[in-house]
């Protein structure tokens, strides 16, 4: 069945790092992919997405980009703030039912002053 | 800015009573979803529904119950709760445009979640 792997937490970073969170998945048709983040205390929301092979998703300084050759949607930022510290979750959703998403595990990023 | 609303945001009650946890939206999303959301964060898909008297069960087993009389309302019912209940509940809707003859596009909106501690 689809599964999204994503590495795993928690990540300490300093403000103004560059940040890879790093999420391959198994799918069996042509999903569509997802990062989205839940900050302390929230419900989630989605942050990016790309719906075919090479799209490029990107909001907030964060991008992540659709790699059907690697099976990966790495989500990337040049430089995080403080602010940025989450839960980022990976996620797939098949085009063709869309029956379900596809969660992965969540990644718990903290960025320190 | 979503419009899906969950109430209450924290519960503590006793072992045995009954709560209802509420969900409702305003955006007319055919498809609602209720998530149990572990202390390591992963998400498990209890229940979903993909309109009006439609209710399935999720991939984790739950003792919960859910209903869907109205299109914008989906309560998850719990009729004895017990300290293994204990956790985040997140409530989720999206478009079901496949029955508009359209692509969906997957997007889930999310409320800001219910906190359950069963004592």
């Known amino acids: 069945g689809d599964s999204v792997t994503q590495m795993e937490g928690p990540v300490t970073l300093s403000e103004e790092a560059f940040l890879t969170i790093n999420c391959t998945y198994t799918?069996?048709?042509?999903?569509?992919l997802f990062w989205y983040v839940q900050y302390p205390g929230e419900g989630l929301q989605l942050l990016l997405k790309?719906?075919?092979?090479?799209d490029k998703g990107s909001n907030k300084g964060f991008e992540a980009t659709y790699r059907k050759e690697t099976t990966s949607f790495h989500l990337e930022k040049g430089s995080v703030q403080v602010s940025d510290s989450a839960v980022y979750f990976c996620?797939?959703?098949?085009?063709?039912?869309?029956?379900?998403?596809?969660f992965g595990p969540g990644t718990s990023l903290s960025v320190i002053p | 800015e979503a419009d899906i609303y969950q109430t209450p945001r924290y519960l503590v009650i006793g072992t045995g009573k009954k709560i209802t946890l509420e969900c409702s939206q305003t955006?007319?999303?055919?498809?609602m979803y209720w998530y149990q959301q572990d202390p390591g964060m992963e998400l498990h898909l209890i229940h979903y529904?993909?309109?009006?008297?439609?209710?399935e069960k999720g991939d984790l087993s739950s003792e919960s119950t859910v209903s869907r009389i109205r299109t914008e309302h989906f309560p998850l019912t719990l009729e004895s709760a017990r300290p293994s209940h204990t956790s985040q509940y997140l409530c989720?809707?999206?478009?079901?445009?496949?029955?508009?003859?359209?692509?969906?596009?997957?997007?889930?909106?999310f409320g800001e979640g219910s906190r359950l501690t069963v004592l």
């Open positions: 989720a809707s999206s478009e079901y445009l496949q029955k508009r003859g359209r692509p969906n596009t997957g997007e889930l909106f």
């Open positions: 799918a069996t048709g042509y999903p569509s």
């Open positions: 790309a719906t075919k092979a090479d």
């Open positions: 996620a797939l959703s098949e085009k063709t039912s869309y029956d379900k998403v596809i």
């Open positions: 955006m007319g999303h055919d498809k």
């Open positions: 529904s993909y309109g009006v008297n439609s209710t």
